[in-house]
């Protein structure tokens, strides 16, 4: 069974660095994409980024470029989602997904990560 | 970027009634156009993929239609535990983009 495990809630203050998680089992993490996806509090799903891990390819939608920076590790089958300054806009449901095998649609989704940022 | 319009963005269904959401797209994408359900609190799952084509396990009264602009999610008699956000999403073109939702409640 494909599973995605996303790291637990975190709250922040503006300023702070963040790291988090979604750890992949069930397939060959290498040969799939993973979309990471932002949902802020009582709105829509918003598209972040993609990564394939095997080709350590990496593609941002411009309003999140320079803003996160997403990763992998092969290793440990596992993606991450990091912010260097994190600021109260921040605060959103962060889902990890992994796409099909042609790469364009998004099956399953990790749990989501709740992240507040808050002084 | 392509923009996806979905309407209604909120529909108040009774039970049995059949729900049609569409959602159209700022420039023609074909037919890589993808459907999902959340539930309140829960992450989202697919329901449609490529416009019309049922993911595994989806209830049968589930469908999708449609190409290049205008897409359509039909819900034919719908249950209870349809109560939902529904989003279309293209994978046309990056970067990949989502409808808005349209939020279905059960009457």
């Known amino acids: 069974e494909v599973q995605l495990v996303q790291s637990g809630a975190e709250m922040k203050k503006p300023g702070e660095s963040l790291k988090i998680s979604c750890k992949t089992s069930?397939?060959?993490?290498?040969?799939?994409?993973i979309a990471w996806v932002r949902q802020r509090p009582g709105k829509g799903l918003e598209w972040m980024g993609i990564i394939h891990p095997g080709a350590s390819d990496i593609r941002y939608s411009p309003t999140f470029e320079g803003q996160v920076t997403i990763s992998a590790d092969k290793a440990i089958s596992t993606t991450y989602l990091q912010w260097g300054s994190l600021k109260a806009s921040d605060t959103a449901i962060y889902y990890c997904a992994k796409t099909g095998a042609d790469g364009n649609w998004f099956d399953p989704w990790g749990q989501g990560t709740l992240v507040i940022v808050s002084s | 970027d392509i923009v996806l319009t979905q309407s209604p963005d909120f529909q108040s269904v009774t039970p049995k009634e059949k729900v049609t959401i569409t959602c159209r797209a700022s420039q023609s994408i074909g037919s890589n156009l993808h459907w999902y359900q959340q539930k309140p609190d829960q992450s989202p799952t697919l329901l449609i993929k490529?416009?019309?084509r049922p993911f595994s396990g989806v209830p049968s009264r589930f469908s999708g239609s449609g190409s290049e602009t205008y897409f359509t999610l039909t819900i034919n008699s719908l249950e209870v535990e349809d109560a939902a956000t529904y989003y279309c999403h293209q994978s046309s073109s990056l970067p990949l983009t989502f409808g808005g939702g349209t939020k279905v409640e059960i009457k």
């Open positions: 490529y416009a019309s």
């Open positions: 069930g397939y060959s993490f290498s040969n799939y994409w």
